[in-house]
């Protein structure tokens, strides 16, 4: 680990860790939304950085984990079961993902992925006896509470962090970023995209998955909007682009700035979060080349300081 | 250089995200000692707080977007006497109530309404709008040991998870047709019925509240079609209810479907002597059209023509109303939300405490008069904290929407079949 | 089982496929030639929804009138669109451009709803009332025959446009090979502009035919962007005919589905269809 990276988690571990000791709990709840976010903005651009693959269905695992965890309970599973359960369905819905990341490509793949969450969302709003339909289901974790679920997701999250620091120097990395260059260049020089490509979607998969059953732990319920809805799918997207998906760091700070943003305005004015937010949107879109520090910093990348094969940004 | 620059901007971009992570929690650092609730002393004056979310934005924010300009309308009312009496103190308190937008989502409303009990520390909580907004903050609620008193909330799950703290001035949603079923009766008309209700808690709600009520009134029941929320296309669903011809069709939905299904189903030649739309508001109507509105019959809680006078006086009410600029027929579920004032402020005043545990306890026992009738609280197996209030049958004629049933408040007859 | 419900719902299968057709034969134009999924196309649907609604309630003007001049309205705002924003992004390198267009396209499709709930901020629709024309036992809905008339004229004037005017013949060259297009004298930039103009107004003229047959709730333009999307990769993207035969069947699936099962399916015919067809046949129907 470089010591820039230590320098940055120290700060950011120092400002969250003493939060739930000195504020309100809606403060800790309003981050424990954000931590759970970021999960899925790292998940996904665990993928999308390293393969150049769009999973636009990111958060299916997040509803399967979800909503196994919610429906075992309520019929009275005892923890562990529903533990394992909720892992085994979240890896069962990572495999039929890795199904789609196999066979398609591109555009095609993005629409796939992006119609699959689609159907999980019209199972999950029809399949009323399973799954309360559009009321969804309600947990109530006996001692349970927002603040032990707050201290689990800033450990994953920093641990996801780590982790994709670690992958990103390893060889499985450089595997897995050659696909992004040209996929038939790989395949070509013997690596095996397939697996390769399968394994990174299936440790994507696990903590999104986990972080589907943290944020129906501490929230409560389940319901089909907030686990397979436009936010949760897109929201990780959108931050894991806005700061460049290139930065490590960048779509845990992606998912700060936008969620504190948009609270600010929901406390404020309402009507005008999206409007504020599409142009932001807009402004990253046409400037982003001039954000300097957050594309091309090597704070926030390491000291390798490329993104594979697309190295010339 | 270019390192140093880079690293100066890192820096800033660092910098600049811990302060905004700082802005958003010193609201809430304070000192342990502070975190009391300070004895108020003679120059101090101790405000009631009443927290709650409106949906001011998103799907809902057509039927109750509006409220929080009553909510303050009333305040202000209060405020104008002094405000509330409260015993514990020997003397008037004035009232705020603080409304966040919760977006008509539920995850939102969770979140604020844990801001309200834990930063804005209120002293009790009025519910938002919608069962699917109210069930998730139950627990909230019960967790923090604050009574919330619900508004249009009337599905069971509110009601049965055991919670002591949780009170609705209007009953269950599945007595909610009662009063239409007892006028159909009288009529001795109509024969077959046939209902489409939306797949969420209103809808399925009052479907089975209708199926109940149903054979009571001698109509047998030949179609029930259930369709998702936001069903953009019903021509399935007219052509089964064309195939079964009922007297009476009863949309059970709310009323953006309930316009959908209404208008389409006009356009292709469905024909039943009555809609019977619950959600008739003007929303509903606006998107029908006036023509093709008239002679539907809906539910409303209140209209000027009722009498009662509820905990303060009608007057207080309407004026109220007329400062927020809403006017009853645009909004009739306005009154719904009214009662969650009467019952909170009469709850404050009967038990002459702030205290949350004595106001829950208050409560339980309390009958209260608002300007639709006398509530008070049931507990009957699994259920509390339901309240007594029920809608009553509404019509559409010419152009003026009045109450047809029962006979002491009725403004006019109930027309059937639709000519 | 008598005929009559079968013929509303065959007419109104194709009615609603061909409104979604419109929209979609839009975008799967715009993504042949300058190969971008415009994801704020639905919201430009409904934003023209609201402007023409508007426009008739406040004038009394018939919407058909309205429509005359909210369409070509749109039209320009797709050339202003693809001049102000889209073209600045398409110069950007593979990676780069991806996620420029990403945040753009969905940024100014946050920016158009939100515009569109402050210009309406509540569910609308339109009511024309029309008798109901009977031919013996079926009855059918006159305005929605109307309707099906007026996307059939569309339908045919977008063919004679795409096969017999020039634009429409460096439309398919560019379409076909863009730079070999450009090499031959075509200027991409123009024809870019002018088929961004061509599919917004094509969905503005979608979102308004779906005023007269529906509700429209200003925050459901992303939905039906996502709708188009699944057409136009079924139809195979880039391809005219693929979209507008895609679309036809997903209408009559959804409708059929509806009908004979249950509503709550109607919406996931699409999605499923749509997943087994990529699952099998990896680049769509009809892939260019």
């Known amino acids: 680990m470089q010591v820039r990276e230590i320098i940055l988690s120290t700060i950011v571990l120092a400002t969250m860790l003493p939060l739930p000791f000195l504020s309100?709990?809606?403060?800790?709840?309003?981050?424990?939304?954000?931590?759970?976010?970021?999960?899925?903005?790292?998940?996904?651009?665990?993928?999308?950085?390293n393969t150049g693959y769009l999973n636009l269905g990111n958060s299916v695992p997040f509803g399967v984990g979800a909503y196994t965890f919610a429906s075992t309970l309520s019929y009275d599973w005892p923890l562990p079961l529903v533990l394992v359960a909720s892992l085994s369905a979240i890896l069962i819905s990572g495999a039929l993902s890795g199904i789609f990341i196999i066979r398609l490509k591109g555009a095609y793949y993005a629409i796939g992925t992006l119609a699959l969450v689609l159907f999980a969302q019209a199972l999950a709003y029809n399949l009323g006896w399973l799954t309360g339909g559009y009321q969804g289901i309600i947990v109530n974790v006996a001692?349970?509470?927002?603040?032990?679920?707050?201290?689990?997701?800033?450990?994953?999250?920093?641990?996801?962090?780590?982790?994709?620091?670690?992958?990103?120097?390893?060889s499985f990395g450089y595997r897995i970023r050659s696909i992004k260059g040209n996929e038939l260049a790989a395949r070509t020089f013997g690596i095996n995209t397939t697996t390769n490509k399968f394994m990174v979607l299936l440790v994507s998969s696990v903590f999104v998955g986990i972080a589907g059953i943290l944020s129906t732990f501490y929230n409560g319920f389940v319901t089909p909007e907030s686990s397979f809805g436009i936010s949760i799918t897109f929201l990780?997207?959108?931050?894991?682009?806005?700061?460049?998906?290139s930065s490590i760091a960048g779509p845990l700070i992606g998912v700060l700035i936008i969620t504190l943003a948009?609270?600010?305005?929901?406390?404020?004015?309402?009507?005008?979060?999206?409007?504020?937010?599409?142009?932001?949107?807009?402004?990253?879109?046409?400037?982003?080349?001039?954000i300097p520090s957050l594309r091309n910093s090597r704070l926030l990348k390491g000291k390798l300081g490329v993104s594979g094969a697309n190295s010339k940004n | 250089m270019q390192t140093n620059s880079k690293l100066a901007a890192s820096i800033i971009v660092t910098t600049l995200v811990v302060s905004l992570v700082w802005y958003a929690a010193i609201p809430t650092l304070t000192p342990k000692s502070a975190q009391e609730v300070p004895v108020p002393g003679p120059e101090q004056i101790r405000m009631i707080k009443i927290g709650g979310t409106l949906p001011l934005s998103g799907q809902f924010s057509p039927v109750a977007g509006t409220f929080n300009k009553l909510y303050g309308a009333w305040a202000d009312q209060i405020n104008a006497r002094g405000g509330l009496y409260v015993a514990e103190y020997n003397k008037r308190l004035p009232v705020q109530v603080?409304?966040?937008?919760?977006?008509?989502?539920?995850?939102?409303?969770?979140?604020?309404?844990?801001?309200?009990?834990?930063e804005d520390k209120v002293d009790i909580l009025i519910g938002p709008y919608s069962s699917t907004l109210t069930v998730p903050l139950v627990a909230v609620a019960t967790r923090n040991s604050i009574p919330l008193v619900a508004t249009s909330a009337g599905a069971p799950p509110i009601f049965n998870q055991g919670s002591d703290w949780v009170f609705v001035g209007i009953d269950l949603i599945t007595n909610w047709p009662k009063t239409y079923f007892d006028m159909v009766r009288a009529k001795g008309l109509a024969k077959t019925i046939g209902f489409v209700a939306t797949d969420e808690p209103f809808g399925q709600?009052?479907?089975?509240?209708?199926?109940?009520?149903?054979?009571?009134?001698?109509?047998?029941?030949?179609?029930?079609?259930?369709?998702?929320v936001g069903t953009k296309d019903f021509t399935a669903t007219i052509a089964k209810l064309k195939g079964t011809n009922p007297d009476i069709v009863f949309v059970a939905a709310l009323a953006?479907?309930?316009?959908?299904?209404?208008?389409?189903?006009?356009?292709?030649?469905?024909?039943?002597?009555?809609?019977?739309?619950?959600?008739?508001?003007?929303?509903?109507?606006?998107?029908?059209?006036?023509?093709?509105?008239?002679?539907?019959?809906?539910?409303?809680?209140?209209?000027?023509?009722?009498?009662?006078?509820?905990?303060?006086?009608?007057?207080?009410?309407?004026?109220?109303?007329?400062k927020a600029g809403i006017a009853n027929v645009d909004y009739p579920w306005a009154a719904v939300h009214y009662y969650g004032l009467e019952i909170i402020g009469a709850a404050i005043e009967r038990t002459g405490t702030l205290d949350k545990v004595k106001l829950r306890d208050g409560l339980k026992n309390l009958s209260i008069p608002t300007i639709s009738g006398e509530v008070h609280f049931k507990s009957f197996g699994n259920f509390k904290g339901v309240g007594?209030?029920?809608?009553?049958?509404?019509?559409?004629?010419?152009?003026?929407?009045?109450?047809?049933?029962?006979?002491?408040?009725?403004?006019?007859?109930?027309?059937?079949?639709?000519? | 089982m008598t005929i009559a419900p079968l013929a509303e719902l065959l007419i109104f299968g194709i009615l609603l496929g061909g409104i979604y057709g419109l929209s979609a034969i839009g975008l799967t134009l715009i993504f042949g030639v300058a190969r971008v999924l415009n994801l704020a196309h639905g919201a430009f649907a409904v934003i023209a929804a609201a402007v023409s609604y508007v426009i008739v309630q406040a004038t009394g003007q018939n919407l058909f009138f309205v429509a005359m001049l909210t369409v070509p309205l749109f039209f320009a705002t797709g050339y202003a669109y693809e001049k102000l924003l889209i073209h600045k992004l398409l110069p950007l390198s593979r990676e780069r451009r991806i996620e420029a267009l990403i945040l753009g396209t969905l940024g100014s499709a946050l920016a158009a709803e939100s515009i569109a709930s402050i210009i309406v901020p509540r569910n609308f629709g339109l009511n024309y009332q029309l008798p109901p024309i009977s031919l013996g036992e079926i009855t059918v809905s006159a305005l929605r025959l109307l309707l099906l008339v007026i996307v059939a004229v569309t339908t045919i004037t977008l063919h004679l446009i795409i096969y017999k005017t020039w634009y429409g013949k460096a439309l398919r060259a560019t379409i076909d090979d863009a730079e070999a297009a450009q090499l031959m004298g075509v200027n991409f930039d123009r024809v870019a502009s002018v088929t961004f103009g061509l599919g917004t107004a094509l969905s503005a003229l979608g979102g308004i035919l779906l005023l007269l047959v529906s509700n429209i709730s200003p925050t459901m333009g992303f939905p039906v962007t996502l709708k188009v999307l699944t057409i136009i990769i079924l139809g195979g993207l880039g391809s005219v005919l693929g979209s507008l035969a895609a679309a036809i069947v997903l209408g009559l699936s959804e409708i059929f589905t509806g009908f004979f099962f249950d509503t709550a399916w109607a919406n996931s015919t699409s999605l499923v269809v749509l997943l087994i067809v990529l699952l099998i046949k990896s680049e769509g129907l009809l892939k260019r």
């Open chain 1, 143 to 170: 001692g349970g509470s927002v603040y032990s679920a707050y201290f689990i997701l800033a450990f994953l999250n920093t641990l996801l962090l780590l982790l994709t620091s670690a992958i990103r120097k390893s």
């Open chain 2, 388 to 419: 007594t209030l029920v809608p009553f049958p509404v019509q559409m004629q010419n152009g003026r929407v009045v109450v047809v049933w029962p006979a002491e408040i009725k403004k006019s007859d109930y027309v059937y079949p639709a000519p």
């Open chain 2, 205 to 228: 709600g009052i479907l089975a509240g209708g199926k109940t009520f149903a054979p009571s009134a001698g109509l047998t029941t030949v179609s029930e079609n259930i369709v998702p």
């Open chain 1, 262 to 290: 948009s609270e600010i305005f929901v406390t404020t004015t309402p009507q005008l979060t999206h409007l504020v937010l599409g142009i932001l949107l807009i402004l990253v879109a046409l400037y982003q080349k001039n």
């Open chain 1, 24 to 49: 309100s709990s809606y403060i800790v709840f309003l981050m424990s939304g954000i931590m759970v976010l970021a999960l899925c903005s790292l998940s996904f651009n665990l993928v999308y950085a």
């Open chain 2, 98 to 118: 603080i409304v966040y937008d919760d977006q008509s989502d539920a995850a939102t409303a969770t979140r604020l309404y844990e801001k309200l009990i834990s």
């Open chain 2, 256 to 322: 953006p479907d309930a316009a959908t299904f209404v208008k389409q189903a006009k356009e292709q030649g469905l024909k039943p002597r009555e809609f019977h739309v619950p959600q008739l508001v003007k929303g509903f109507i606006e998107s029908v059209g006036i023509d093709s509105a008239n002679y539907v019959t809906g539910e409303w809680y209140w209209t000027e023509d009722i009498p009662l006078g509820g905990v303060w006086g009608k007057e207080l009410f309407t004026s109220a109303m007329a």
């Open chain 1, 236 to 245: 990780p997207i959108i931050a894991a682009i806005l700061l460049g998906s």
